[in-house]
Antibody, heavy 128, light 107 residues
Framework: QVQLQQWGAGLLKPSETLSLTCAVY????????WSWIRQPPGKGLEWIGD???????NYTPSLKSRVTISLDTSRNQFSLTVSSVTAADTAAYYC??????????????????????WGSGTTVTVSS | DIQMTQSPSSLSASLGDRVTITCRAS??????LNWYQQKPGKAPNLLIY???TLQSGVPLRFSGSGSGADFTLTISSLQPEDFATYYC?????????FGQGTRVEIK
């Protein structure tokens, strides 16, 4: 059974860099997309971005200038950095596996992506 | 970005009630729609992908329907463990945006 274990600093000052790492246990990191999602206190889910086995990334536009997601296949880990944090970056951060299911139905191909495995979350607080 | 709008934002229901949550996309997303359940202090849990395919282990009282831009999550008979917040998410394009959530509370 796949498990994700995440860690990183939980308290940051404004302008510092947030750094989180997620280790994948139970399977190879190759062959899937790996995502980061965050959730501010009392609010909804925000998709930050993802990375595939080739290292190709996608980021949400509002964070793209400050975010980097990277892959370390030798350690079976992936990481998130967010630079120049502010109080608005205070949130629970989740790492996750994004699974792809492909098929053919009603005359066309489909490519479903969904998050089926989640880390337990890391609470990050930005405060001076 | 594709905007996802859920309604209602919250609802109160009793055990055994049939509950329906709606999710509307700002453009057509075909059948690229997922549903998640989240309980307080926990990571979300996948319920449904591709509009209507139940994730393994999800009870049959959960179902999804819709196409294009309008989708529905239905719980046929609300159970105690179903009181939670539900999110839709589109996977038609990146960024893979979520709805704002629907909180299901006990009446």
């Amino acid at each position: 059974q796949v498990q994700l274990q995440q860690w990183g600093a939980g308290l940051l000052k404004p302008s510092e860099t947030l750094s989180l790492t997620c280790a994948v246990y139970g399977e190879s990191i190759s062959g899937y997309y790996w995502s980061w999602i965050r959730q501010p206190p009392g609010k909804g889910l925000e998709w930050i971005g993802d990375i595939n086995q080739s290292g190709s990334t996608n980021y949400t536009p509002s964070l793209k200038s400050r975010v980097t997601i990277s892959l370390d296949t030798s350690r079976n880990q992936f990481s998130l950095t967010v630079s120049s944090v502010t109080a608005a970056d205070t949130a629970a951060y989740y790492c996750a596996r994004e699974k792809e299911v492909t098929g053919f139905s009603r005359g066309s191909y489909f490519y479903y992506y969904f998050i089926d495995v989640w880390g337990s979350g890391t609470t990050v607080t930005v405060s001076s | 970005d594709i905007q996802m709008t859920q309604s209602p934002s919250s609802l109160s229901a009793s055990l055994g009630d049939r509950v329906t949550i709606t999710c509307r996309a700002s453009q057509s997303i075909s059948s690229y729609l997922n549903w998640y359940q989240q309980k307080p202090g926990k990571a979300p849990n996948l319920l449904i992908y591709g509009v209507s395919t139940l994730q393994s282990g999800v009870p049959l009282r959960f179902s999804g329907s819709g196409s294009g831009a309008d989708f529905t999550l239905t719980i046929s008979s609300l159970q105690p463990e179903d009181f939670a917040t539900y999110y839709c998410q589109q996977s038609f394009s990146t960024p893979r945006t979520f709805g704002q959530g629907t909180r299901v509370e006990i009446k």
